[in-house]
């Protein structure tokens, strides 16, 4: 198993522009999580899914951003009509069971101009 | 709301010494606590998990400890290596969500 998966590492755009982000979770893990992480801060929590279902949304996720997780395997994270306050560490984790250890992707970081 | 803060935000030792870093958390209904390792522009490795009826947990050179009831948590380093330098997280864990604290960024000086 290589662990979770996010692509693209990095991503630069213009305010206003539209962007995703993949995470392949661990594979055998039914629990997928998206935080975002800023400069010199720890992560926040964005959103959470167990299977295909999105079961819990930070205030943070505005209805610019949307996650899905389609099948119950990989998630995509779309952020629409981007913003410079966006720029950030976008992290992405899986966990096997709840209250369990998450384990964390390399992140993907983006940065808006 | 649950808020974890880590003391202290930055530390710089030398080769060699122990040190102890901190977290507290003001929600003691907790399920775990994890601490993280973070390399610059990385993402987290997962350190230590401690579930909340432990005290305490041991790998290698790292030792955490739990105090539930005083929100309080410790990560413990022996004989700190250069290696070692990196931004630890400390993360407690309520229903599904982790909230981290702000990490402690560590330096080892060879």
């Known amino acids: 198993d290589t662990g979770v998966s996010q692509d693209p590492r990095h991503k630069i755009t213009k305010r206003g522009q539209n962007v995703t982000f993949r995470c392949d979770p661990i594979s055998e893990h039914n629990r997928l999580y998206w935080y975002r992480q800023t400069l010199g801060q720890g992560p926040e929590f964005l959103t959470y899914f167990q299977n295909e279902a999105q079961l819990e949304k930070s205030r943070l996720l505005s209805d610019r951003f949307s996650a899905e997780r389609p099948k119950g395997s990989f998630s995509t994270l779309e952020i629409q009509r981007t913003e410079q306050g966006d720029s950030a560490m976008y992290l992405c984790a899986s966990s096997s069971q709840a209250q369990e250890t998450q384990y964390f992707g390399p992140g993907t970081r983006l940065l808006v101009l | ?110």
């Not at chain 2, 401690?50 to 380093?77: P, V």
């Open chain 2, 1 to 110: 709301k649950q808020e974890v803060t880590q003391i202290p935000a930055a530390l710089s030792v030398p080769e060699g010494e122990n040190l102890v870093l901190n977290c507290s958390f003001t929600d003691s209904a907790i399920y775990n606590l994890q601490w993280f390792r973070q390399d610059p522009g990385k993402g987290l490795t997962s350190l230590l998990l401690i579930q909340s009826s432990q005290r305490e947990q041991t790998s290698g050179r790292l030792n955490a400890s739990l105090d539930k009831s005083s929100g309080r948590s410790t990560l413990y380093i022996a004989a700190s290596q250069p290696g070692d330098s990196a931004t630890y997280l400390c993360a407690v864990q309520g229903a599904q969500k982790l909230v981290f604290g702000q990490g402690t960024r560590l330096t080892i000086n060879p």
